[in-house]
């Protein structure tokens, strides 16, 4: 009963959370337009927004990776792969009729005549209160079915490559992700994909900013990926702590256990995987909108291995942990350090080894730190409230012993 | 014997590793309410043996019967025709080889030799998680919390096994904390969570000192009270099984070499020979 209870408070914690990060988001955005001057940095064209847009997708992406990776102890790297299948199913369904054919001028035009928002216009009209409307149910229905087809293809390719462990499984979903990259990249499916070139042209963020008289009155473009993302992290904390979520919790624990405690892992491996891709699937979609362009040469195993190395920096098997490394390792690499990149003057005096590239040479040191001092990332696999009690508890259990000493000394004096 | 209900037949099973027979053309039976030993020497087959019943193997030939049910049957086939050493060849022509998980659901529950608790969990999510097998709810509906009735009752339902356990003052502590008598205890709670008819009890008392094994004794003895629950179980503590066995199988070499209750076991040459020796054990 207590135990309820308790859970009951976290789950409105959790909410409580979200719906502040979401207006301190839409806040922040619109501070320019409240205020009549706001420093730099809150700018429409500001480097934070960049960052809060792509460590919204990215927290996504790693707490998904996380699901299978940390909670049910699936070591996949096809996290990139099924960023693609999701990335241009959504790109493929909403490029506009009258770019097709600058987009996919090397095909002679597109397979597709018309997107989904062409369609649903055509029920709700094009202009105001009905173009809105077809923009946003457009977008989330593409954004749904390019989960779904990763979470298809996820489950085609789970169907071998599950009974596989470890280090094995690592490598099949690594090629099946490489596969993917290839075929996307194939000349004769052209017309579709738009082979080698990048499919552009359709909606993105800034699209959802509200405009009146050619003026925008309300940014909604960080806004609009930091809600996806948050409602489909709850979904997955939902699941993790639901009784699927600790049967996968059993089977990362001990999987011979679980089999004999009546659990069916080639069953729950599967759901894993499947929810686990679905979700990277919207993570494509939403890095799509952000990026702008869909390219498959962009979803290299360079980015499963930057998602997984923030999964490992927040901590295997901790969401709060993969949001917060997720953040912090966008900021980093994306704007707190940028100032590394460019020669700098003081006076005459010029700053040895800054210079371009070098701000990867520091990030890489700073990850090695994290990585020797927080040996199991920087939550290990509690979530932050009990990573921060037993912080406290720690600290002053450190901080009796200094008294007891104290008083010791003291004593032999 | 017959007036019983049988719960568990093992028919002519046979185990047999490339070369090496395993079990070798075991015949074994567990009438409801009985509490069963088998024991035997090191190395004699006795986990394999649990192992062909609880579907972690699938036996080379022979069948197992459960609850009036035949639940496992092979046979040897392709390379294993040719190696076959056993008996009873050709007699089983079919196959059916359920997934460990399938067999518990049938009503079987097990724990293991080595201890095999969920680590990161506690007490009371490793009884809980049990209880996941049982459940009416899909993945969607869980994750939803439509199922919020049945987990609030899966809930209450461990809080009570955990008080008849008596591990209820531990519920929230983690399972790898507990002293080992505590965590064999609770792996016994663990399975009897998923509602068993037949509990498989890989030797419960191994590593657990004279004070230990008494409880161990005593609690074995009320969980089949309490349960109503036949027990199958592996042991090396002779006092332990000569005190709650109501029938014992001796295995040697994957061979059975004999049946009966304690006191003829306790007399019979062979298993002295094998097994017992001319220790005090014989005379108690």
Not at chain 1, 101 to 114: K, M, S
Not at chain 1, 183 to 190: A, V
Not at chain 1, 236 to 252: D, E, Q
Not at chain 2, 157 to 178: F, I, M, N, P
Request: one cysteine or more.
């Amino acid at each position: 009963m207590l135990k309820q209870k308790k859970d009951n408070r976290s789950s409105y914690i959790i909410l409580a959370c979200a719906i502040g990060a979401l207006l301190l988001v839409l806040l922040l955005e619109n501070l320019n337009l409240i205020l009549p001057s706001v420093p730099a940095v809150l700018l429409p064209t500001s480097q934070l927004f960049t960052v809060l847009k792509k460590a919204a997708v990215y927290s996504l992406v790693a707490v998904s990776m996380n699901l299978l990776n940390g909670f049910t102890g699936l070591f996949s790297l096809g996290q990139a792969g099924f960023m693609l299948l999701g990335a241009y199913t959504y790109a493929i369904l909403m490029v506009p009729a009258a770019a097709k054919d600058q987009v996919y001028y090397l095909y002679g035009g597109a397979a597709l005549n018309n997107s989904l928002q062409d369609i649903l216009n055509g029920v709700f009209g094009s202009t105001g209160v009905g173009g809105t409307v077809s923009l946003i149910l457009s977008v989330l229905i593409a954004m749904i079915l390019g989960g779904l087809v990763a979470a298809l293809f996820a489950w085609l390719i789970g169907l071998p490559v599950l009974r596989l462990k470890s280090d094995y499984l690592a490598i099949a979903t690594l090629g099946f992700a490489e596969i993917l990259r290839a075929i996307f990249q194939w000349q004769k499916l052209g017309p579709i994909t738009n082979g080698a070139n990048m499919i552009k042209s359709f909606p993105t963020y800034s699209d959802f900013n509200i405009r009146a008289g050619g003026k925008v009155v309300c940014y909604l473009s960080t806004f609009v990926p930091f809600l996806v993302a948050i409602i489909c992290i709850i979904i997955m904390v939902l699941l993790v702590n639901s009784t699927y979520g600790r049967a996968f919790k059993a089977i990362r624990d001990d999987e011979v256990a679980a089999e004999a405690m009546g659990i069916n892992l080639a069953k729950h491996k599967m759901l894993s995987f499947v929810t686990s891709s679905f979700f990277a699937g919207v993570g494509g979609v939403l890095f799509a909108m952000y990026v702008a362009n869909a390219q498959a040469k962009v979803y290299t195993t360079t980015m499963t291995y930057e998602i997984l190395l923030i999964v490992v920096i927040g901590g295997i098997g901790s969401i709060s942990g993969s949001i917060i490394a997720t953040f912090a390792y966008v900021a980093c690499s994306e704007w707190w350090l940028r100032f590394l990149d460019a020669e700098t003057y003081i006076g005459s005096f010029k700053v040895p080894l800054l210079r371009n590239g070098f701000r990867m040479v520091v990030f890489s040191i700073i990850i090695m730190i994290v990585v020797l001092f927080f040996r199991k990332g920087l939550l290990g696999d509690k979530e932050l409230p009990e990573a921060i009690r037993r912080w406290k508890a720690s600290a002053k259990v450190r901080k009796e012993r200094k008294a007891q000493k104290a008083q010791k000394e003291a004593a032999t004096k | 014997m017959s007036e019983k209900k049988n719960v568990l037949r093992v028919e002519n099973a046979t185990m047999q590793f490339g070369g090496v027979v395993a079990v070798d053309n075991l015949n074994l039976e567990v009438n409801e309410g009985e509490i069963v030993s088998l024991i035997g020497p090191n190395g004699a087959g006795k986990t394999t043996a649990f192992n062909v019943i609880t579907g972690v193997y699938a036996p080379t030939n022979g069948q197992v019967w459960f609850d009036g049910e035949c639940i496992v049957e092979n046979y040897p086939q392709g390379k294993m025709k040719k190696l076959y050493k056993g008996q009873h060849a050709g007699e089983y022509t079919h196959v059916k080889e359920p997934t460990p998980d399938e067999i518990t659901a049938l009503g079987m529950a097990r724990t293991f030799q080595n201890i095999r608790l969920w680590k990161s969990m506690t007490v009371f999510e490793n009884v809980l998680i049990a209880k996941h097998m049982r459940r009416t709810s899909n993945m969607f509906s869980a994750t939803f919390r439509g199922n919020h009735k049945e987990e609030a009752a899966q809930r209450q339902e461990v809080e009570e096994l955990l008080e008849l356990v008596g591990l209820s003052d531990v519920k929230d502590e983690l399972a790898t904390s507990l002293p080992y008598g505590k965590q064999r205890r609770l792996e016994i709670a663990r399975a009897l969570a998923t509602h068993p008819k037949l509990l498989l009890l890989d030797e419960p008392a191994a590593g657990m000192n004279p004070q230990e094994t008494l409880e161990l004794t005593s609690f074995i003895g009320q969980i089949r009270k309490q349960f109503d629950i036949t027990i199958l179980l592996i042991e090396h503590h002779m006092d332990l099984v000569m005190d709650i066995s109501d029938r014992i199988y001796v295995l040697d070499f994957g061979k059975l070499i004999a049946s009966g209750v304690p006191a003829e076991i306790q007399n019979n040459e062979r298993v002295i020979d094998a097994y017992l020796g001319v220790t005090d054990d014989a005379e108690d």
